[in-house]
């Protein structure tokens, strides 16, 4: 499954590349983009586990960009 989402509040281009780097070890994740300039994070996970894999998602995104939340 494939998703894209809103984000809210990354601050510049090296956040958003940091973002991408440490949500790509994320165990579960197929693939995921940060688009700076859209304020956009697009996620690709199994189906059966996406719901799972989003959690951990915004959990590393609150820990690695404390002002940055993903809009669901």
């Not at 983009?33 to 859209?38: D, G, I, K, Q, W």
């Given at each position: 499954?494939?998703?894209?989402?809103?984000?809210?509040?990354?601050?510049?281009?090296?956040?958003?590349?940091?973002?991408?780097?440490?949500?790509?070890?994320?165990?579960?994740?197929?693939?995921?983009?940060?688009?700076?300039?859209?304020?956009?994070?697009?996620?690709?996970?199994?189906?059966?586990?996406?719901?799972?894999?989003?959690?951990?998602?915004?959990?590393?995104?609150?820990?690695i960009e404390p002002d940055c939340d993903?809009?669901?």
């Amino acid at each position: 499954m494939r998703k894209s989402f809103k984000l809210d509040e990354i601050d510049c281009a090296n956040c958003a590349r940091k973002l991408q780097d440490e949500l790509a070890s994320i165990d579960g994740v197929d693939a995921v983009s940060v688009n700076f300039l859209t304020q956009k994070l697009t996620l690709t996970a199994a189906d059966d586990r996406f719901d799972d894999v989003l959690q951990r998602v915004v959990a590393r995104t609150a820990q690695i960009e404390p002002d940055c939340d993903i809009v669901c």
